[in-house]
């Protein structure tokens, strides 16, 4: 995971039920990217307290996150994807607010 410099944030809510399939299925339909690019795709629920992680590396990781307690400030504009480092995403896992221009529509 070293090598991964880009982060791409699915905004909005995706249904966490999905599993690996349905997730690079969403990053290539909807995010309009490569889900085997060496970059992690974070998704994340409804209640803003989970998030799911799909990543290509020799073959598909899928990491699960779970908060005990609090939301997380994740972006609601599900029209957008949000490009982030990982830095930014420890960021996130923290509790902090993204703010970055770095969008793309789809």
């Given at each position: 995971m070293d090598k991964v410099k880009d982060v791409y944030l699915a905004c909005g809510a995706t249904d966490l039920r999905k599993s690996i399939d349905g997730l690079a299925l969403i990053v290539?339909?909807?995010?309009?990217?490569?889900?085997?690019q060496n970059a992690l795709f974070v998704f994340g629920n409804k209640a803003m307290n989970r998030l799911k992680v799909l990543?290509?590396?020799e073959?598909?990781?899928?990491?699960?996150?779970?908060?005990?307690?609090?939301?997380?400030?994740w972006p609601q504009n599900k029209d957008e994807?949000?490009?982030?480092?990982?830095?930014?995403?420890?960021?996130?896992?923290?509790?902090?607010e993204i703010r970055t221009i770095s969008k793309f529509k789809f």
């Open positions: 290539e339909t909807q995010l309009k990217k490569d889900s085997y990543h290509f590396d073959g598909f990781w899928l990491y699960y996150y779970r908060l005990d307690n609090g939301k997380l400030k994807a949000i490009k982030i480092n990982k830095e930014e995403l420890k960021w996130l896992l923290k509790g902090y």
